[in-house]
């Protein structure tokens, strides 16, 4: 923070974790890539969901370690957000990136 400035505002959309949400269902496994040749693909889960406020949800993880390979919402209001995730490293090497600055207190 070089202006040791701070702005709150309130959220004015739903917030949707990453992950797969609760109540989702299981699509079922594909590979991307190959599963014919050793290494050469990554074996994933599908997953989808229907919110109550009509928002839609499709979500691609690796089955091993369940690390975001694609997450799609889709609302009447905003309409389709799409995120690939690239060079995905597991865990949180620092969680005090999650403390705000003392001048946002």
Known sequence: MKTKECE?????DVWRPFGVPPNS???GED???TGGLPGAGVLVSL???EFLD?????GIFTVEACLPFQEEH???????????FF???G?????????PPRECM
């Not at 889709?74 to 690939?84: K, P, V």
Request: aromatic share 16%.
């Open 74 to 84: 889709y609302s009447n209001r905003t309409g389709l957000e799409s995120t690939t």
């Open 31 to 33: 590979y991307i890539g």
């Open 91 to 99: 865990g949180i090497s620092d969680p005090n990136v999650f403390i």
């Open 47 to 49: 997953w989808s969901n």
């Open 8 to 12: 709150k505002r309130e959220l004015t």
């Open 25 to 27: 269902t299981f699509l």
């Open 87 to 89: 060079d995905v490293t």
């Open 54 to 58: 009509g928002d839609k949800y499709f």
